[in-house]
């Protein structure tokens, strides 16, 4: 196949043009979204939707993050990560084959609607994770383009892809949450850098190769701004695999939490690693033929399968 976004082989980093539809639906008067929100997601490369789900599906979605967290004994060692330098958690992957909570909501007419629409296409989960940032201790997730490491040590083929944050937290200015540079969507940058073999073990905890050069971010940031949106728990961030985000640490005592899910579009299925020789584990990037998304309507706390 191939690479029309070649990245980690020439010396110098580069802007490329994008060479995909950032919205793929044609909007209409029954698309899950306005057509001001899609416009916005097309110009930004991201979407906020405010108090998406009710005050009782928030503390369902909370009590099930909790119990999670409290006992990773019961969950695939491998899919939980916790911080370089201490025992903390910091993201536990795989999270909705682990938990049939997290697969209804990943399963949510409210979410996999949308993603259908902004994709244009059937969709299936690439990956999921619940993430943790807790007070004082939770750490820094550096600059970068989720779409080029998808692509360059999972095979992604094109730019068919977005991630929703569900936050479980309040998202305030200062606990940590993520920026985003608006607009950084529309080109794609190069990394610089060989990839060590299983580069995903030192990468989930803290990522080396695979992140931006400071000048080309710092170009980015001065075209573009930073923003930082914020929400209470039941909002959810909406943003194209493409886009340049990252996240301060967070030195409060209030934690940041969120339930994160990667749709991808059927059509855009993973082939061979474009820069490695060996592509991450199945539970960082689903391969093979993934299970589309069923749209499921209604309020959460019902028919979650036991």
Known sequence: MQDIYPSRHAKMAEFLPRLDPVVHGDWSEDAPIGKDQAAQFDRDGYLVL????????????????????????ALDEETVITERDSREIRSIF??????PVIARLAADER???VAGFLLGDAVYIHQSRLNYKPGFQGKEFYWHSDFETWHVEDGMPRMRA???SVLLAENTPH????????????????????????????????QEY??????????????????APTGKPGSVVIFDCNIMHGSNGNITPFPRANAFLVYNAMSNRLAAPFGVEKPRPEFIAARGQPRPVVPVSGPLIERVPT
Do not use: W
């Not at 009710?54 to 006992?71: H, N, P």
């Not at 529309?186 to 995903?200: A, I, N, W």
């Open 50 to 73: 405010k108090n998406l789900f009710s005050d009782e599906e928030v503390a369902f979605l909370q009590r099930e993050a909790g119990k999670l967290l409290a006992d990773p004994a």
């Open 210 to 227: 695979g992140v931006p050069d400071e000048d080309s971010l710092a170009e980015l940031a001065h075209q573009h701004g930073i923003v």
């Open 162 to 164: 977005l991630s929703m």
């Open 175 to 206: 606990n940590g949450p993520l920026m985003l540079i608006p607009g950084s969507h529309r080109s794609f940058l190069t990394c610089v850098g060989e990839t060590p073999e299983d580069h995903y073990r030192m990468s989930l905890k803290r």
């Open 94 to 99: 795989q999270i909705h084959t682990q938990s």
């Open 111 to 113: 979410l996999a609607s």
